[in-house]
C-alpha cells in the first residue's frame, strides 16, 4: 500500500481536477453511479426524510453520483468533502446540493442531524483502522435516532482486496487497476463489531461483487466511441456481474 498522501485536501484536488480535464472513465462512472443507485434504493427508506448526508462528493464532481436518487429521498441533501475543488465541481452540477468542505473525521454539525446518512466508499481512503473508527463515532453522533446509515468499505477478507494492499499503489494505478489512494479497510466481521460498539444496530451485511476493474476499465474506454445503444448493451453486460 502507498503511503498516504500528505495533504488530502491539495491530493484529491488535484485527482478531480485531472478526472475533469481528460473526461476520464466516464463511461465506466455510469456503471459504478447504477451500482450505488441500486444499493440507495435497496435500503434507504422510500419515504422521504427531512436530511440526509453523504460523506464524500467524488462521485458527484466527476459524473451523476449518487445526488439525483438521494434528492428524491430526502427534502436537503447534504453532502461533504475535503477538497474544495470536488465540492465546487459537485454545486456547480448541482446547485440544489447543501455542499460543504469538512473531514469526516470532524464533522461540523450538531448532534442528531441528519435522519440518513450515505457513505460509500469513503472511509477505506484513510491510513489507518483508527481514522476509521473516529470517522464511524462521528456518523452516530450526527445521525438521528433510528436513523439509518448505509455504509460500504473494501472487504480486507476479498483476495483480490487482500492482493492489492500487497502490491505498489504506483503501479496499481499505471494499469488502471487503482484511480486513487485507498488506505486501511477491514473485514465483514470487523466492521461489525466496530459498528456495534459505537452504538449502531446492524439490520442487514452483504457484499457487492464488481466485475474485474482493470479489464473492464479499458473496455469501458474503448466503448466510449460506441453508438449509444452499444454503451448501453456494454453497461448492461457490466450490470451482470
Not at 500500500?1 to 484536488?13: G, I, L, N
Not at 465540492?87 to 455542499?99: F, I, K, S
Not at 477491514?186 to 456495534?196: N, T, V, W, Y
Request: net charge positive; proline share 7%.
Amino acid at each position: 500500500m502507498t503511503p498516504a498522501p500528505p495533504d488530502c485536501a491539495t491530493y484529491w484536488s488535484d485527482v478531480v481536477e485531472t478526472f475533469a480535464a481528460g473526461r476520464r472513465q466516464w463511461l465506466w462512472r455510469q456503471h459504478a453511479d447504477a451500482v450505488n443507485a441500486e444499493l440507495v434504493a435497496r435500503w434507504l427508506p422510500a419515504d422521504p426524510v427531512s436530511r440526509v448526508l453523504k460523506t464524500d462528493l467524488f462521485d458527484e464532481a466527476v459524473g451523476a453520483g449518487l445526488y439525483p436518487c438521494l434528492s428524491a429521498r430526502a427534502r436537503v441533501v447534504t453532502g461533504i468533502d475535503v477538497s474544495p475543488a470536488v465540492v465546487n465541481a459537485a454545486t456547480a452540477r448541482y446547485p440544489g446540493l447543501d455542499a460543504k468542505v469538512a473531514d469526516v473525521r470532524r464533522l461540523p454539525f450538531e448532534p442528531a442531524t441528519f435522519n440518513a446518512i450515505v457513505s460509500n466508499s469513503t472511509l477505506d481512503h484513510f491510513d489507518s483502522f483508527g481514522e476509521i473508527k473516529t470517522s464511524v463515532g462521528e456518523l452516530h453522533r450526527v445521525l438521528a435516532p433510528r436513523g439509518d446509515l448505509l455504509l460500504t468499505l473494501d472487504n480486507a477478507r476479498n483476495p483480490i482486496v487482500a492482493l492489492r494492499g500487497c502490491l505498489p499503489g504506483s503501479a496499481l494505478r499505471w494499469i488502471g487497476a487503482l484511480p486513487a489512494y485507498v488506505g486501511e479497510t477491514c473485514g465483514p466481521r470487523a466492521l461489525r463489531r466496530l459498528l456495534e460498539s459505537t452504538g449502531f444496530e446492524v439490520y442487514e451485511l452483504t457484499a457487492v461483487l464488481h466485475c474485474p476493474r482493470a479489464p473492464a476499465v479499458a473496455a469501458a474506454r474503448l466503448f466510449e466511441c460506441a453508438t449509444r445503444p452499444t454503451r448501453q448493451r456494454f453497461l448492461k453486460a457490466l450490470a451482470a456481474w
